[in-house]
T-cell receptor, first 114, second 115 residues
Framework: AQSVAQPEDQVNVAEGNPLTVKCTYSVSGNPYLFWYVQYPNRGLQFLLKYITGDNLVKGSYGFEAEFNKSQTSFHLKKPSALVSDSALYFCAVRGSGGNEKLTFGTGTRLTIIP | GAVVSQHPSWVICKSGTSVKIECRSLDFQATTMFWYRQFPKQSLMLMATSNEGSKATYEQGVEKDKFLINHASLTLSTLTVTSAHPEDSSFYIC???????????FGEGSWLTVV
């Protein structure tokens, strides 16, 4: 069975500082990894994905994530946080073997402090 | 980018009635659509997976007779909550897998309140 762990329920970062939201995964075969962001009372917005290729993936709004196969991690990063980045972030995984279902982590609430 | 539209965004219904939520992929064909339920401050719980033209596959513990899912075309799936009860009140989110793609896009969600 596939699973995702987001070890931090809450992350607080000062505006302008770099931010990291952690994610580790478990899946059979090669992983397809995703990050989504959710603003209050809204659906999920796609940020970025790793399917294959370069381990460093760049996405929307200046976010990037690094795929680390040996550590089974896919941490989300941004060099300089904005107050508008405050939201709920979900990491998700699906296997490449035909199972299309996404498995989500429990989410990390990111708060950027002005 | 790909757009998934959900309608209605908010709905209030009386206990015992049924309510339908639509999920449309506006600018792409979706062979597979997913329906999730999200409780406050919790992650998304997958309810069912629907493939165009076939019956939906429900996750364990989800009542298929209560949550009717129809995927009549490559751009439309519907979730009907039948005989709704207050405990069905929740945030329901659909998502769609682009045909020949590998990214799943989400709708804006629908708040259901059963009174």
């Amino acid at each position: 069975a596939q699973s995702v762990a987001q070890p931090e329920d809450q992350v607080n970062v000062a505006e302008g500082n770099p931010l990291t939201v952690k994610c580790t995964y478990s899946v059979s075969g090669n992983p397809y990894l995703f990050w989504y962001v959710q603003y209050p009372n809204r659906g999920l917005q796609f940020l970025l994905k790793y399917i294959t290729g370069d381990n460093l993936v760049k996405g929307s709004y200046g976010f990037e994530a690094e795929f680390n196969k040996s550590q089974t991690s896919f941490h989300l990063k941004k060099p300089s946080a904005l107050v508008s980045d405050s939201a709920l972030y979900f990491c998700a995984v699906r296997g490449s073997g035909g199972n299309e279902k996404l498995t989500f982590g429990t989410g990390t609430r990111l708060t950027i402090i002005p | 980018g790909a757009v998934v539209s959900q309608h209605p965004s908010w709905v209030i219904c009386k206990s015992g009635t049924s309510v339908k939520i639509e999920c449309r992929s506006l600018d792409f064909q979706a062979t597979t659509m997913f329906w999730y339920r999200q409780f406050p401050k919790q992650s998304l719980m997958l309810m069912a997976t629907s493939n165009e033209g076939s019956k939906a596959t429900y996750e364990q513990g989800v009542e298929k007779d209560k949550f009717l899912i129809n995927h009549a075309s490559l751009t439309l799936s519907t979730l009907t909550v039948t005989s709704a009860h207050p405990e069905d009140s929740s945030f329901y989110i659909c998502s769609a897998l682009r045909r020949f793609g590998n990214t799943i896009y989400f709708g804006e969600g629908s708040w259901l309140t059963v009174v």
